[in-house]
């Protein structure tokens, strides 16, 4: 399996980007999708999580400015990010979690130790103030 993120670079503060990831080699039926990010100074934190049946679950510091989903046919998850803040700088990554119910899994840390986990290479982020 791989992951292939794309679609990370600089905003200014309010602005919007959208992040892209592509799955490559995956057999399973029923992936369960996320994104997460880092910071040099911080633990992997949860953003958004989406299950193949499009349920969604959210970070409370991303709700109602970030938007998951997934397109099935073209094994591509996105991230829609809106309003951003210079507090979401960050290296954004893609994973295929073994978590489940997937659309909890950004609400427990315990989730980036899982080695079943799959991670992509990671897309950097970063808002100016």
């Known amino acids: 399996v791989q992951l292939v993120e794309s679609g990370g670079g600089s905003v200014e503060s309010g602005g919007s980007l959208t992040l892209s990831c592509v799955a490559s080699?995956?057999?399973?039926?029923?992936?369960?999708m996320g994104w997460f990010r880092q910071t040099p100074v911080k633990e992997r934190e949860g953003v958004a999580s989406?299950?193949?049946?499009?349920?969604?679950g959210y970070a409370d510091s991303v709700k109602a400015r970030f938007t998951i989903s997934r397109d099935n046919a073209k094994n591509t998850v996105y991230l829609h990010m809106y309003n951003l803040r210079p507090e979401d700088t960050a290296m954004y990554y893609c994973a295929a979690l073994a978590w489940r119910p997937c659309d909890e899994a950004v609400q427990h840390s315990v989730v980036i130790h899982d080695p079943r986990n799959v991670w992509g290479q990671g897309t950097q982020v970063t808002v100016s103030s």
């Open positions: 989406i299950g193949s049946d499009g349920s969604a």
């Open positions: 080699g995956y057999t399973s039926n029923d992936p369960c």
